[in-house]
């Protein structure tokens, strides 16, 4: 079992930028494949950024994101840059123990979930 809590988000200026936290509970986090998921009102949750042993980012937001982990510390991070106002959503954090090596880009492929924390960028 594994709980999984972020923080960071809050309220930017278009150009700036944040650095989401996901803390993790529970054993073994260096062996779960994490990733990064955001849902903007009205529209599906779709995939940001992923981290398992390299690193995977969707097109709308590479270049502008960094994945990174820490296993020492059991946090998984994304560093925000760049920030666009369509970048406005409700960022969740994800692990799965089922990837093997891959990185999940499909919210079926990951078995936890944080609560969320809300990005809102103001043009």
């Known amino acids: 079992q594994v709980q999984l809590v972020e923080s960071g988000g809050g309220l930017v200026q278009a150009g700036g930028s944040l650095r989401l936290s996901c803390a993790a509970s529970g054993r073994a986090f260096s062996t779960y494949a994490m990733g990064w998921f955001r849902q903007a009102p009205g529209k599906e949750r779709e995939f940001v950024a992923g981290?398992?042993?390299?690193?995977y980012y969707a097109d709308s937001v590479k270049g502008r994101f960094t994945v990174s982990r820490d296993n020492a510390k059991n946090t998984v991070y994304l560093h925000l840059n760049s920030l666009k106002p369509e970048d406005t959503a409700v960022y969740y954090c994800a692990a799965s123990s089922r990837l093997f090596g891959r990185i999940g880009m499909n919210s079926y492929e990951y078995d936890y979930w944080g609560q969320g924390t809300q990005v809102t960028v103001s043009s």
């Open positions: 981290i398992n042993y390299n690193t």
